[in-house]
Each structure stands twice: as structure tokens, then as C-alpha cells.
Antibody, heavy 120, light 108 residues
Framework: EVQLVESGGGVVQPGGSLRLSCVASGFSLGNSAMHWVRQSPGKGLEWVSLISDDGSRTFYADSVRGRFTISRDNTKDSLFLQMNSLKTEDTALYYC?????????????WGQGTLVTVSP | SYDLTQPPSVSVSPGQTARITCSGDTLPKKFAYWYQQKSGQAPVLVIFEDNKRPSGIPERFSGSSSGTMATLTISGAQVEDEAHYYCYSTDNSDNQWVFGGGTRLTVL
């Protein structure tokens, strides 16, 4: 089965750190650009970060730049998000998303998310 | 930062056509993608590259884009189409992605 599975979420105090992981199965992660997207409780979707298929380029939303670091290990079909200096407003369900190709070859896949709660 | 603007809500009766718009300055040059999200579920892609429908998505879902506005059309909306819908696109650099604020579609 083709799927993405996130893990690493949990409860952390403000200023703390967490490392999220996303593992692909049923396909090779190395063929896809990968995104992290989050959704705060009762709110809309927010794009967080993007990494190119080979990991050479990374990009961040203004709200997390300088605090979050996206990385990947294509040999292990894995994506990561290192989150430092966490704030209460980072509380959200974090999804990983794979995107690749165009037209008939377009590929888009989301995981089910991992919950991050930042609370005193 | 770059923004995409959607109406907060759209309401139609079953069988009617629902249209959800998304406005953004780079949409004349950049593709729009549309996601459906039902309560407690991950988003599902319903339209990509402005007007293409992934396999498994019903034909009643279609997309179009003209100028600074992209539109998701659901022709003959069904009760099961009730969900939040989000447009998704990039800025001119293709390096900053953004979601619209989301539109809650009610079919009743």
C-alpha cells in the first residue's frame, strides 16, 4: 500500500523541541518534493516547509523560518522536521505531503498527521 | 507574504452547482490545486494544475482559472460533498506555497 506515516508528535513546553518523522511505504520518497503542512485546532491548512527531491533546497514559511529545519534521508524513504523554540501557536496537526510530476504523472499523497501540542 | 482569498462559506441545495473561488495575484502564472477536507480526515486532492482531476474523483468536480481567479465547480453537488475546500498555490518563485483560508461547503 502506498502511504506516508508521520510520527514524533507530543506535548512539549514553550521553548522546547520536537523532531517529526514521516516514512514512506509502497513508493520511493526520493522521486518527490516533500512538504510539511499543519492545521491548528479548528483552523485552516497552513504550509510550513518544502524540501526538493534531492534535499538540496529547503524553504520555509515566515512563521517558522529560523526555528524549524526540514531534512530528508532518501535511503530510508524518510522526511524530518526539527522544531526548536516552539511556541504555543505551533500547536497543530502536522501532515507530510509528497508532490511530484505533472499531468498524467502527477502524484500527491498525504499522511494522516501527527499532533504537536505546545503548552506550559 | 503571498495570500489566496476564498469565501468563508458556500451553500447550495442537492443537485445544484456549487462554485468556490480563489483569488491570488500569481494565479495568472501559477497553477491552482484544490483539496477537500472532511471532518477529522486528511485533505484529499480533487483538482490539480488548475483543471485536472485525479483518478477516483467524480466527474462532477471541475476546475478553471482565469486571470487572478481560480474556480472549483461541483456540478450537481451531493450531500457527501459537504466539506471544507482549500485552494493551494505558490508565489512567483515556486518556493513559498500558500493555502487559501478555506471554504465550508454546505449541501442541504
Amino acid at each position: 500500500e502506498v502511504q506516508l506515516v508521520e510520527s514524533g508528535g507530543g506535548v512539549v513546553q514553550p521553548g522546547g523541541s520536537l523532531r517529526l518523522s514521516c516514512v514512506a511505504s509502497g513508493f520511493s520518497l526520493g522521486n518527490s518534493a516533500m512538504h510539511w503542512v499543519r492545521q491548528s485546532p479548528g483552523k485552516g491548512l497552513e504550509w510550513v516547509s518544502l524540501i526538493s527531491d534531492d534535499g538540496s533546497r529547503t524553504f520555509y514559511a515566515d512563521s517558522v523560518r529560523g526555528r524549524f529545519t526540514i531534512s530528508r534521508d532518501n535511503t530510508k524513504d524518510s522526511l524530518f522536521l526539527q522544531m526548536n523554540s516552539l511556541k504555543t501557536e505551533d500547536t497543530a496537526l502536522y501532515y507530510c505531503q509528497a508532490m511530484s510530476g505533472t499531468g498524467l504523472n502527477y502524484f500527491d499523497l498525504w499522511g494522516q498527521g501527527t499532533l504537536v501540542t505546545v503548552s506550559p | 507574504s503571498y495570500d489566496l482569498t476564498q469565501p468563508p462559506s458556500v451553500s447550495v441545495s442537492p443537485g445544484q452547482t456549487a462554485r468556490i473561488t480563489c483569488s491570488g495575484d500569481t494565479l495568472p502564472k501559477k497553477f491552482a490545486y484544490w483539496y477537500q477536507q472532511k471532518s477529522g480526515q486528511a485533505p484529499v486532492l480533487v483538482i490539480f494544475e488548475d483543471n485536472k482531476r485525479p483518478s477516483g474523483i467524480p466527474e462532477r468536480f471541475s476546475g478553471s482559472s482565469s486571470g487572478t481567479m481560480a474556480t472549483l465547480t461541483i456540478s450537481g453537488a451531493q450531500v457527501e460533498d459537504e466539506a471544507h475546500y482549500y485552494c493551494y498555490s505558490t508565489d512567483n518563485s515556486d518556493n513559498q506555497w500558500v493555502f487559501g483560508g478555506g471554504t465550508r461547503l454546505t449541501v442541504l
